[in-house]
């Protein structure tokens, strides 16, 4: 009887949850039953799963992401641009899940309330709530954290703003997803809307279920607002509150940042030491060790560089030795002992075994105190190899960029005056001298020869030592080693290999500008020196005719003597090089000079180095009167006497160029009476006499045309709009007849501006004439543009001479003006908004193109002739820049047939013509309208899931707040 009554209850209870479970699945009914089932079925399934997978891709970015030491850590690893892909398709799948768990778990029905029954104010605030499962809020807070960890804080923001929204009425999610928020916009570098959330967020009390997270978003607001004193204070709770102890060391290293930042010595040498204590991975403590030596250097150097002396000797730290002898270096530079520091750089240098952020700081700061020691030969070549190991979002990226240029530019020239000054002086030193001076070199090269046999040997021995411990379970064959140099490495990692390169280069090409075609010595489309000369500017046919010519190529008493001087081994080598006869001498000088003028003009110019590039400058002026430059030198002289206040100087220079040099183009510069004026606004000057000068050009005003070219000529010869006066001033004098003249200014441009955008057009008009073209005249007659034709260019195509008639083909309206009388661009804009705002179901193309003189915007998309013909009437009527007459704007209505034929086989004249005998008479139908679309489409409806079951349960006011689940904060 008693097993009777226990199998009827489990029948009973077993039937119940039946119908709770087939009552409760449906997010249209709000009831407690309905609450419990969406609640418990979100945790424990989609929900589940999701926070699976954001902790797997939490791990996967704690363990892969590497941090750089070089510069302050982020509290997030999720803001660099390392750490933001690091598991990105775990977060996905856990922004999937949680996407999936709002839609079919959210409940947005508000219950229903016995109209009886007293409202408290808990019931007021359970009845204006927006959202009625209890869990979904830690599905939100999941989206938010995955998009965050994904680097896409705009959207983890979006995020959080609506959370907060969503559950502004439940005092402790709205304050966790504002944290989050003000994170989010913290990483994002919106300080402003951060300090906005966190000044409303003050205002309000916040609920003790919030502050941890609190606590992260203010120490994570101050670390990127650069308040270090608050940061701190924050960081240490934020270490309180920290789980993870890999993550809490992480932090104790950040604090001893900003601690030795702010000058707190102890401080940050106790938060180093509790990173030490931690055991963290061994890249965070050796760098917590590096750090401890900085901090405590003062007044304990030399301990602190014998300490980091020992850690460069043990094997553990054989890749780290670039961060050591950094350290190294630092310490040295805090005791102004530069030479040292140098030294300590150099040896980070050859011993890194690593290409990253590490080196290229070492390289940087190294090349920063070579660049300030003015040894810009040794600064390039530590920008060169910085600026590929650097990330593009360091501030001082910029500069180290504008540097590496300038000093590409400079220090060619001043390796030749290094060079030519010493070649020079051994010319006058004794037989004795040159030969120990090339002893010297031998050394020297043999010393780094040696060096980087060595290095080559030891990267090898380490690549060879990896591969045995890699293979030793299962692999019995040994791998083979080629010996290499040192680079076994990219080409441009090794510096060695690029100057061997630039060497060989500069011998077979001699010195070339990084530019396309750089191997053409003429860059214009026009052959402007015979063939003969411009085969003696040509390094390659040279060297070709060099060696068919010579005698040493066949003769058997030289090749000794040839093969020794050109091995740098042999004292040959570099004795041949010294400049011994008057014609050698008068050749090293030539380059000396040279050197010293561009040299001058790049310290002056790019490097503002004044002192620098007047010492240049004024050696050249008082040793060398007779150099062919020497006007050009005289004018950058004048520049920097009247930039120091010397004026009497300047007018000596000014004298001299007189003197001297009267026809010289800065003779002329200098002489002119409007200098002043033209040197502070002449840009501006200039630009607004061409504008004029090309307006007279246009409406046939050659007399304009000509006055402001003869300003150009006296005034800014050397302005940024003389190619475009040339040009203009050679198709005036074609238009008036003078063929000689238009084309003597048009080789003017190409031979004086060939880098200009016109010399290209100049040259081709050259290049024509010379091959027997005539030239024509160019007037721009209004009348003729709209009557002109080119049909000749289509008598090869298939294109009919006639005109259609067919109105049922698709046509379109098309807008035809002349060339630079309308402002395209603004007609493009207002055109488009004319069609937005009258036309919101059709969607007419717009189209712009130019030909010869007139410009078409054509707008397409009309089934036929009346479609188009309709859209041309209300265009007159409601769009202003057709109304206005002096737009010159005109109006046709073409078939796309028609179109093709106009302004070739048809001119727009005879279309005009054709339009109003033919085809405008027609009117189109009154009830025909453009706001219809073209064809509806039908959406197919998708079946979804639906219960209509019901449930009458009394309602309840629930809150269920589950915060020890909460992860990677």
Same mark, same amino acid.
């Given at each position: 009887m008693e097993k009777r009554r226990d199998a009827k209850r489990l029948t009973l209870f077993a039937a119940v949850a039946a119908i709770l479970s087939l009552t409760a699945c449906s997010t249209q009914k709000n009831t407690s039953a309905s609450r419990w089932w969406h609640a418990f079925n979100a945790r424990y399934n989609t929900y589940f799963n999701g926070s699976q997978a954001f902790i797997e891709g939490s791990q996967e970015k704690e363990d892969g992401h590497h941090d750089n030491f070089t510069e302050q850590l982020p509290l997030y690893p999720a803001g660099t641009k390392s750490g933001k892909d690091i598991g990105k398709e775990k977060f996905d799948?856990?922004?999937?899940?949680?996407?999936?768990?709002?839609? %079919? *778990?959210?409940?947005?029905?508000?219950?229903? #309330?016995?109209? /009886?029954?007293?409202?408290?104010?808990?019931?007021?605030?359970?009845?204006?709530?927006?959202?009625?499962? &209890?869990?979904?809020?830690?599905?939100?807070?999941?989206?938010?954290?995955?998009?965050?960890?994904?680097?896409?804080?705009?959207?983890?923001?979006?995020?959080? /703003?609506?959370?907060?929204?969503?559950?502004?009425?439940?005092? +402790?999610? !709205?304050?966790? !997803? %504002?944290?989050?928020?003000?994170? =989010?916009?913290?990483?994002?570098?919106?300080?402003?809307?951060?300090?906005?959330?966190?000044?409303?967020?003050?205002?309000?009390?916040?609920?003790?279920?919030?502050?941890?997270? #609190?606590?992260?978003?203010?120490?994570?607001?101050?670390?990127?607002?650069?308040?270090?004193k608050e940061a701190i204070r924050y960081l240490k709770k934020v270490i309180g509150h920290e789980r993870r102890r890999k993550l809490r060391a992480r932090q104790w290293y950040l604090l001893g940042q900003l601690e030795a930042a702010e000058g707190n010595r102890k401080a940050a040498d106790k938060a180093f030491r509790k990173v030490i204590s931690m055991s963290p991975p061994y890249e965070l403590s050796f760098n917590a060790r590096i750090a401890m030596t900085e901090v405590a250097a003062k007044g304990k150097a030399k301990t602190m560089v014998s300490r980091l002396k020992r850690m460069a000797a043990s094997d553990n730290n054989k890749n780290y030795l670039e961060q050591v002898y950094y350290a190294i270096g630092n310490i040295y530079l805090a005791q102004h002992d530069t030479l040292k520091a140098i030294s300590a750089y150099e040896e980070g240098n050859r011993k890194a075994t690593r290409n990253g952020i590490e080196k290229g700081v070492l390289l940087l700061n190294l090349g920063n105190i070579y660049w300030t020691r003015k040894d810009y030969a040794n600064a390039q070549r530590c920008y060169n190899e910085a600026i590929g190991l650097l990330d593009k979002d360091r501030c001082d990226y910029d500069q180290l960029s504008r540097r590496s240029v300038v000093l590409g530019r400079?220090? &060619? *020239?001043? @390796?030749?005056?290094?060079?030519?000054?010493?070649?020079?002086?051994?010319?006058? !030193?004794? $037989?004795?001298?040159?030969?120990?001076?090339?002893?010297?070199?031998?050394?020297?090269?043999?010393?780094? $020869?040696? @060096?980087? %046999?060595?290095?080559?040997?030891?990267?090898? +021995?380490?690549?060879?030592?990896?591969?045995?411990?890699?293979?030793?379970?299962? =692999?019995?064959?040994?791998?083979?080693?080629?010996p290499k140099t040192d680079a076994a490495l990219w080409y441009f990692y090794n510096p060695t290999a690029v100057a061997q390169g630039k060497a060989a280069f500069e011998r077979k090409w001699g010195r070339r500008e990084n530019i396309d075609n750089w191997r053409r010595s003429n860059q214009t489309v026009v052959k402007l020196d015979s063939e003969e000369s411009e085969a003696l500017h040509d390094p390659e046919s040279q060297q070709e005719k060099e060696d068919t010519a010579s005698p040493a190529a066949t003769s058997d008493s030289e090749?000794?003597?040839?093969?020794?001087?050109?091995?740098?081994?042999?004292?040959?080598?570099?004795?041949?090089?010294?400049?011994?006869?008057?014609?050698?001498?008068? $050749?090293?000088?030539?380059?000396?000079?040279?050197?010293?003028?561009?040299?001058?003009?790049?310290?002056?110019?790019?490097?503002?180095?004044?002192?620098?590039?007047?010492?240049?400058?004024? %050696?050249? =002026?008082?040793?060398?009167?007779?150099?062919?430059?020497?006007?050009?030198?005289?004018? *950058?002289?004048?520049?920097?006497?009247?930039?120091?206040?010397?004026?009497?100087?300047?007018?000596?220079?000014?004298?001299?160029?007189? @003197?001297? *040099?009267?026809?010289?183009?800065?003779?002329?510069?200098?002489?002119?009476?409007?200098?002043?004026?033209?040197?502070?606004?002449?840009?501006?000057?200039?630009?607004?006499?061409?504008? +004029?000068?090309? @307006?007279?050009?246009?409406q046939g005003r050659n007399d304009v045309v000509k006055a402001n070219l003869g300003i150009s000529d006296q005034r800014f010869e050397q302005g940024d709009n003389r190619p475009r006066f040339l040009f203009i001033g050679a198709l005036t004098m074609l238009n008036e007849g003078d063929a000689e003249g238009c084309i003597r200014r048009m080789t003017e441009v190409v031979e004086k501006h060939p880098k200009s955008e016109i010399a290209e057009m100049a040259g081709m008009i050259v290049k024509g004439v010379r091959q027997g073209r005539k030239l024509n005249g160019v007037g721009l007659d209004v009348g003729e543009l709209w009557e002109r034709r080119s049909h000749e260019t289509l008598r090869d195509t298939t294109t009919a001479d006639t005109l259609s008639l067919n109105h049922d083909q698709p046509h379109v309206v098309m807008l035809a003006f002349r060339t630079d009388s309308v402002n395209s661009n603004q007609l493009l804009y207002e055109l488009a908004k004319h069609n937005f705002t009258n036309y919101l179901v059709r969607n007419f193309e717009i189209k712009v193109e130019d030909m010869e003189g007139i410009t078409r915007m054509t707008? /397409?998309?009309?089934?036929?002739?009346?479609?188009?013909?309709?859209?041309r009437r209300q265009l007159v009527t409601s769009f202003p820049p057709i109304r206005r007459q002096e737009s010159g704007i005109r109006l046709y209505v073409v078939s796309e047939s028609n179109i093709k034929q106009l302004g070739t086989t048809f001119s727009y004249a005879d279309y005009e013509t054709f339009f109003n005998e033919n085809i405008a008479p027609a009117e189109p139908p009154q009830e025909l309208s453009l706001d219809e679309p073209v064809e509806v489409v039908v959406k197919e409806q998708t079946e979804e899931d639906v219960d209509t079951s019901d449930n009458g349960e009394k309602e309840e006011t629930e809150e269920t707040f589950d915060f020890d689940e909460d992860f990677y904060r």
């Open positions: 799948r856990a922004i999937e899940k949680v996407e999936k768990a709002i839609k %079919r *778990h959210s409940i947005k029905r508000r219950p229903q #309330w016995t109209k /009886s029954r007293r409202k408290t104010k808990q019931d007021l605030e359970w009845l204006g709530r927006k959202e009625y499962n &209890p869990f979904i809020w830690k599905a939100w807070l999941l989206l938010g954290k995955s998009q965050f960890q994904k680097g896409e804080f705009e959207e983890a923001a979006s995020t959080f /703003s609506y959370m907060s929204r969503l559950y502004a009425t439940q005092p +402790a999610i !709205s304050g966790i !997803s %504002r944290a989050w928020l003000t994170k =989010s916009y913290a990483e994002l570098g919106w300080l402003y809307e951060a300090e906005d959330v966190i000044t409303k967020m003050r205002r309000d009390s916040m609920d003790y279920r919030a502050v941890t997270d #609190w606590d992260y978003a203010y120490c994570d607001y101050y670390l990127h607002n650069g308040n270090r400079l220090v &060619p *020239h001043v @390796e030749t005056i290094h060079l030519q000054d010493s070649l020079l002086y051994l010319a006058q !030193s004794s $037989e004795s001298e040159r030969i120990a001076a090339a002893d010297r070199q031998i050394a020297l090269l043999r010393k780094q $020869e040696k @060096e980087a %046999r060595e290095a080559a040997l030891d990267q090898e +021995a380490e690549k060879l030592q990896q591969q045995n411990t890699a293979g030793q379970e299962a =692999s019995n064959i040994k791998p083979t080693v080629t090749p000794q003597k040839s093969k020794d001087s050109d091995d740098p081994h042999q004292r040959a080598y570099y004795l041949a090089q010294i400049p011994l006869t008057k014609e050698q001498k008068a $050749e090293a000088e030539e380059k000396l000079k040279e050197a010293l003028l561009n040299a001058g003009i790049v310290m002056k110019d790019d490097m503002d180095e004044i002192e620098e590039s007047r010492r240049h400058l004024e %050696r050249l =002026s008082n040793t060398w009167h007779d150099f062919r430059r020497d006007d050009e030198t005289c004018y *950058h002289l004048f520049l920097i006497y009247l930039r120091k206040g010397e004026g009497h100087k300047a007018d000596q220079m000014v004298a001299r160029l007189k @003197e001297r *040099h009267p026809e010289s183009q800065y003779t002329k510069l200098l002489s002119n009476p409007y200098y002043i004026e033209d040197s502070r606004w002449g840009e501006h000057i200039e630009d607004s006499i061409y504008t +004029a000068t090309y @307006e007279a050009f246009k707008v /397409s998309g009309f089934l036929n002739y009346d479609e188009a013909s309709l859209y």
